[in-house]
T-cell receptor
Framework: GAGVSQTPSNKVTEKGKYVELRCDPISGHTALYWYRQSLGQGPEFLIYFQGTGAADDSGLPNDRFFAVRPEGSVSTLKIQRTERGDSAVYLC??????????????FGEGSRLTVL | AQSVTQLDSHVSVSEGTPVLLRCNYSSSYSPSLFWYVQHPNKGLQLLLKYTSAATLVKGINGFEAEFKKSETSFHLTKPSAHMSDAAEYFCVVSSQGGKLIFGQGTELSVKP
């Protein structure tokens, strides 16, 4: 597709379960970002990949959260032992190069996670 | 550390009247600043960016913003609001480490 694709668009799970959220960036974009947006808040940075490696994972809240990008394209955000506080919209963005100076990150529509 | 503060959580205007969304920033170096827009059930979209060139920046859909270093502000304006402008707007600053730091957002409502 032409844009950043995120699946699932909605995920409802029970407390304690394991969840995977997938991001398919724009073809050729080397930089990939994960953000989390809670209700009424701005997006918060989680992790940034340049190619296959995590260049900055300082935003991951704890060791229940992990993300991979094994082939430098699709990325998966993994959340273990989910808690109610993990409920949020998880946003993925990509850019052709390290997008900081241009700010031109292309965002997907997000995956809404609800933990009951 | 870099941060942004959006001074209004909600702004309501009438169609055809000017829009002003306020943003103040804090940065220990010359920042790159951006405004993003988020329409309901849509992805975030870049409206405009300031990267130390001209201080008055023009973006899409008639929006513009002025970088004022003396006031540490980067307010977003539009001369005449349209119904389709109703959305959430985020002021954003880049960090040296490669992250975009978002403000809390301002919800813009446009009344007919």
């Amino acid at each position: 597709g032409a844009g950043v694709s995120q699946t699932p668009s909605n995920k409802v799970t029970e407390k304690g379960k394991y969840v995977e959220l997938r991001c398919d960036p724009i073809s050729g974009h080397t930089a990939l970002y994960w953000y989390r947006q809670s209700l009424g808040q701005g997006p918060e940075f989680l992790i940034y990949f340049q190619g296959t490696g995590a260049a900055d994972d300082s935003g991951l809240p704890n060791d229940r959260f992990f993300a991979v990008r094994p082939e430098g394209s699709v990325s998966t955000l993994k959340i273990q032992r989910t808690e109610r506080g993990d409920s949020a919209v998880y946003l993925c963005a990509s850019s052709l190069i390290r997008g900081t100076n241009t700010g031109e990150l292309f965002f997907g529509e997000g995956s809404r996670l609800t933990v009951l | 550390a870099q941060s942004v503060t959006q001074l209004d959580s909600h702004v309501s205007v009438s169609e055809g009247t000017p829009v002003l969304l306020r943003c103040n920033y804090s940065s220990s170096y010359s920042p790159s600043l951006f405004w993003y827009v988020q329409h309901p059930n849509k992805g975030l979209q870049l409206l405009l960016k300031y990267t130390s060139a001209a201080t008055l920046v023009k973006g899409i859909n008639g929006f513009e913003a002025e970088f004022k270093k003396s006031e540490t502000s980067f307010h977003l304006t539009k001369p005449s609001a349209h119904m389709s402008d109703a959305a959430e707007y985020f002021c954003v600053v880049s960090s040296q480490g490669g992250k975009l730091i978002f403000g809390q957002g301002t919800e813009l409502s446009v009344k007919p």
